[in-house]
Nanobody
Framework: QLQLVESGGGLVQPGGSLRLSCASSALTLDYPTIGWFRQAPGKEREGVSCISKYVIRHAEFLKGRFTITRDSAKNTVFLQMNNLRPEDTAVYYC???????????????????WGQGTQVTVSS
């Protein structure tokens, strides 16, 4: 079983930044692709960013505000979120799958393992 644990969420003012972390247990070689998703109250879960061995994909609505990186030695993927807006408020989840981000990177059904989520609130 692959376990994923998100951290780094919190309350931030509009225009501020947060860095989320997704730490994974063993088996990361079998599940090299990590996706970040978010779900706001009353809305469907949506894909944010995806990182695999050679490919990175971001949702177009981000307009370059988020960056996804990986520290392979620590089995951790980071989501750097800059210029945050109130509409970014959501629970953020990371998920793992075998397939590269090249195909359907933001499709929730394509991911096999999920973390418990971390709350991000953007408010003044």
């Amino acid at each position: 079983q692959l376990q994923l644990v998100e951290s780094g969420g919190g309350l931030v003012q509009p225009g501020g930044s947060l860095r989320l972390s997704c730490a994974s247990s063993a088996l990361t070689l079998d599940y090299p692709t990590i996706g970040w998703f978010r779900q706001a109250p009353g809305k469907e879960r949506e894909g944010v960013s995806c990182i695999s061995k050679y490919v990175i994909r971001h949702a177009e609505f981000l307009k370059g505000r988020f960056t996804i990186t990986r520290d392979s030695a620590k089995n951790t993927v980071f989501l750097q979120m800059n210029n945050l807006r109130p509409e970014d408020t959501a629970v953020y989840y990371c998920a793992a799958r075998r397939e590269s981000c090249s195909h359907n990177p933001h499709e929730t059904s394509a991911y096999e393992y999920w973390g418990q989520g971390t709350q991000v609130t953007v408010s003044s």
